[in-house]
Nanobody, 123 residues
Framework: QVQLVESGGGLVQAGGSLRLSCAAS????????TGWFRQAPGKEREFVAG????????NYADSVKGRFTISRDNAKNTVYLQMNSLKPEDTAVYYC????????????????WGQGTQVTVSS
């Protein structure tokens, strides 16, 4: 089992920044990929960014490219999502998730999920 705990959400004005953290514990895999997803009220959960354990290789949704940066500290078993130039449409619950199926954007491919952290961007 892998346990994931997100932190760092909050309320920020448009144009501001937040950094989310995802701390992993339990069994981990060197082929593990960690992804960030978000879900706004009334909408489906969507991929935001992902990062591989090694290299690392990253992938971003078009809507966040150039604004968000995903990174990881393997020694701390923690993945970060630096969010800059936030927009009201970024408001959502943000989840981190883990998979060993490669760097995929598919929600169903991720086996382990955190409880989520709320990000609210005011206009």
């Amino acid at each position: 089992q892998v346990q994931l705990v997100e932190s760092g959400g909050g309320l920020v004005q448009a144009g501001g920044s937040l950094r989310l953290s995802c701390a992993a514990s339990g069994r981990t895999f060197t082929r593990d990929v960690t992804g960030w997803f978000r879900q706004a009220p009334g909408k489906e959960r969507e991929f935001v960014a992902g990062i591989t354990w090694s290299a690392p290789i990253t992938n971003y949704a078009d809507s966040v490219k150039g604004r968000f940066t995903i990174s990881r500290d393997n020694a701390k078993n923690t993945v970060y999502l630096q969010m800059n130039s936030l927009k009201p449409e970024d408001t959502a619950v943000y989840y981190c998730a883990a998979t060993n199926r490669g760097l995929t954007t598919i929600v169903a491919a991720y086996d382990y999920w955190g409880q989520g952290t709320q990000v609210t961007v005011s206009s």
